[in-house]
């Protein structure tokens, strides 16, 4: 059996992307956009800087990744009341239905990675996880990532 951390999360995020990955076409959604259009729907509107900031990726991956959800009228993008230069992001209604069908497949895997886990267990390795990510970014008093 693996022992190495670095090789059990690299095995286990391979597995999760190559699962949902076979989904991304049939939904309508390209790499990385996912993601995005979920942290819209639980967080709402926002700007494309702090999309950035929140998945630590560059901000013309996230531009170039907006550019394609606005293409296919999953996002739209206006000008913010307070700062004109910045714009906000927000969801159409297709782009929170393609979200919604994300959702789902992500529950499925869920169900199929924490198979024979109890409750208890999963609290403790959501727990863990979170607490691993805060260690490798030095914010151990941060609160926990939803």
Not at 1 to 22: D, P, W
Not at 69 to 74: A, Q, T, Y
């Amino acid at each position: 059996m693996e022992r190495s951390f670095h090789m059990l999360l690299y095995r286990a995020f391979h597995a999760q992307r190559s699962y949902l990955g076979r989904h991304l076409a049939e939904i309508g959604l390209g790499a990385g956009q996912p993601k995005l259009l979920t942290y819209l729907v639980r967080n709402g509107p926002c700007t494309q800087k702090t999309l950035a900031e929140y998945f630590e990726i560059d901000p013309s991956a996230v531009c170039r990744m907006l550019d394609a959800l606005e293409r296919n009228g999953l996002i739209v993008r206006s000008a913010a009341k307070h700062d004109r230069r910045s714009g906000l992001i927000e969801l159409t209604d297709a782009g929170r239905a393609a979200q919604s069908a994300w959702e789902v497949r992500c529950q499925e895997l869920e169900a199929q990675m924490l198979r024979g886990f109890t409750e208890a267990e999963q609290e403790q390795f959501s727990r863990f996880l979170n607490r691993a990510y805060r260690n490798l970014r030095g914010a151990e008093g941060e609160e926990e990532t939803p």
